[in-house]
């Protein structure tokens, strides 16, 4: 889809470097690559002091994208609001994909988490956007 990370590093006098990165990553059913594309942006981070990643990483914190069609295909099924379908469990030994951040990014924290614990901080909900219920 052509998305990318834009990556901007600051020198300082002392030295010191200062890395601040925007992502937007791929969507949708394809987590593989959602990897590899953070695999990567990890190597050009190491490289300097500290860093910043920010941006579309375009996973939930609580639920894969095979959950979410799951829970839609079920929603469809019976006729009812995919928000009022509980989440499918995950299938066994099957991570969140959002858990491949923790692999390459071992030091980082999630500031939203920090800030604002209680809010998911969706940019849009995908449960009711129906124009997002049926991609594989």
């Given at each position: 889809?052509?998305r ?5 590093t600051i ?6 470097t200062?890395?601040c990165?925007t992502?937007h990553?791929?969507?949708?059913n394809?987590?593989?690559y959602?990897?590899?594309?953070l695999?990567v942006?990890?190597?050009?981070l190491k ?11 375009n996973?939930d914190s ?6 979410h069609l ?7 099924e ?21 858990e491949?951040?923790?692999k390459?990014?071992?030091?980082y924290?999630?500031?939203w988490?920090?800030l604002r614990?209680t809010?998911?901080g969706?940019?849009f909900d995908?449960?009711?956007?129906t124009?997002?219920?049926?991609y594989e």
């Amino acid at each position: 889809m052509g998305r990318n990370c834009v990556i901007g590093t600051i020198r300082f006098k002392n030295g010191h470097t200062l890395c601040c990165a925007t992502v937007h990553l791929e969507s949708l059913n394809l987590s593989n690559y959602r990897e590899k594309q953070l695999e990567v942006i990890s190597e050009i981070l190491k490289k300097s002091d500290t860093a910043l990643l920010m941006g579309d990483f375009n996973f939930d914190s609580d639920i894969n994208y095979s959950q979410h069609l799951k829970k839609c295909q079920i929603a469809t099924e019976q006729k009812k609001n995919a928000s009022d379908i509980p989440d499918p469990p995950l299938m066994e030994g099957e991570p969140l994909e959002n858990e491949v951040i923790r692999k390459y990014f071992v030091d980082y924290c999630d500031v939203w988490k920090e800030l604002r614990p209680t809010d998911k901080g969706y940019t849009f909900d995908s449960v009711k956007n129906t124009m997002l219920q049926n991609y594989e």
